[in-house]
Each structure stands twice: as C-alpha cells, then as structure tokens.
C-alpha cells in the first residue's frame, strides 16, 4: 500500500505537554498534508508541506519532513484539551493526479 | 470554516431503498472528491470529479455513482442499499489549476446506516 502510516495509533497526553505524531510513506511525493478530525466531524486541514520544504510552523503546529527517510512529524506545542481529536497524514503521490491518500489516524487524548 | 455542506448528516433506511447524499459548495472550486470513512479507519476514494461533466471512481471500489452537472453540486447515489452500504461518506472540494494537490475542506459527513 502507498498509504502514510502514522504512528503512534493513540496517544494520551496531560494538558501544557507537547505531542509529537509521526507519519511514514514508501513512494516519491509531490506534498504531504496533515489533517485534524474531531469527533462525528469532516477533516480540518492543519499544514502542507511541499516535498522541496523541511519545516512549517503554523501557530503552535510544526510540521517538518524528511524525503531521504520519507517520513513526516507534526508536533503540537502546550496542548489543550481542545486538541483532542484524530490526526491524519495524506499524501500527494507523484503521478497520483493530485489525489490524496490517507493513513489510518492518530488519536490523540489530552487530559485537562 | 469551510463553505462545503453535506445533507442528510444521519440516515437509517431499509435495505433496497434509493439513496442520494447531497453535497454542495459555495467556494467555486472545480475538485471534489467523495471518501468512505469506517469509525476509526483511514479515509478511502471512493469518487471525484475535476469539473462538470466530469467523474472518475476512486481507489476504493464502490456500487455508488455520481454526477457533476454544476460546478457546486457533486451527489452521491446509491440505487439499492445494503447492510454493507453503512459508513460515514464525506465530501471534499479543493482548488484546481495545479498538478499537485491542494488543501481539501470537509463537509461534515453523512453517516449511513442501512437496515
């Protein structure tokens, strides 16, 4: 499968501490996107992050990727309960005519 | 907030019934995209289209079928549910006029439940 695969699969966390989400994938990229989805929600974009970039900040998001490893993270700085959510990874494969491939998900729980 | 709605967002219906999710956009974009969401799974293509009259099926194998007649409006059908039709379907619409994707926006999702 070309799909990303995020890593942890669940992870709890006390509020203030940083969460760190990992995301692998095993072919060339053009971008790789991560997206946030609360509970019985759509998906939310958070961060793109082309194949020619190695960090992103946005707010208390960094994301920064690694081609030569084909790996992504994304890091939430003093995180809130409110950031409790499922966070995925899509991948823009090249030669995929821009369509986007999903991994299965982060759950992400912060405790207040 | 994204400008992209999605109706019914809950639906139980017997097996055999005709099914048709609407999903509209306000945002003019030419891409958009229906995915297959199980609880706590990965999300699958299922259809999409890159402008009016224009459709493709996804990765995901699917019964449905859609239509593009205008720029905003992109149906999902289903002629005969069935208990294996249950899932959330989300619709998704993002800019055109580049090779590489853009970001996505999300309508809220129809969560089907056949009986």
């Known amino acids: 499968s070309q799909q990303g695969e995020e890593d942890p699969q669940a992870l709890s966390i006390q509020e203030g501490e940083n969460a760190t989400m990992n995301c692998s994938y095993k072919?060339?990229?053009?971008?790789l996107q991560w997206y946030r989805q609360n509970s019985g929600r759509g998906l939310v974009h958070l961060i793109l992050?082309?194949?020619?970039?190695r960090e992103k900040h946005s707010g208390r998001l960094r994301v920064t990727l690694d081609t030569s490893k084909k790996s992504s993270s994304l890091l939430i700085t003093a995180s809130r309960a409110a950031d409790t959510a499922s966070y995925f990874c899509?991948?823009?494969?090249?030669?995929?005519?821009?369509?986007?491939?999903f991994g299965k998900g982060i759950t992400l729980s912060v405790r207040p | 907030e994204a400008d992209i709605y999605q109706t019914p967002r809950y639906l139980v219906i017997g097996t055999g019934k005709k099914i048709t999710l609407e999903c509209s956009q306000t945002?003019?974009?030419?891409?958009m995209y229906w995915y297959q969401q199980d609880p706590g799974m990965e999300l699958h293509l299922i259809h999409y289209?890159?402008?009016?009259?224009?459709?493709e099926k996804g990765d995901l194998s699917s019964e449905s079928t859609v239509s593009r007649i205008r720029t905003e409006h992109f149906p999902l059908t289903l002629e005969s549910a069935r208990p294996s039709h249950t899932s959330q379907y989300l619709c998704?619409?993002?800019?055109?006029?580049?090779?590489?994707?853009?970001?996505?926006?999300f309508g809220d999702g129809t969560r089907l439940s056949i009986l």
């Open positions: 998704a619409s993002s800019e055109s006029g580049r090779a590489v994707s853009q970001p996505q926006h």
């Open positions: 072919t060339s990229i053009n971008n």
């Open positions: 992050i082309r194949s020619n970039e």
């Open positions: 899509a991948t823009d494969f090249t030669g995929a005519n821009s369509k986007l491939t």
């Open positions: 945002m003019g974009h030419d891409k």
């Open positions: 289209s890159y402008g009016v009259n224009s459709t």
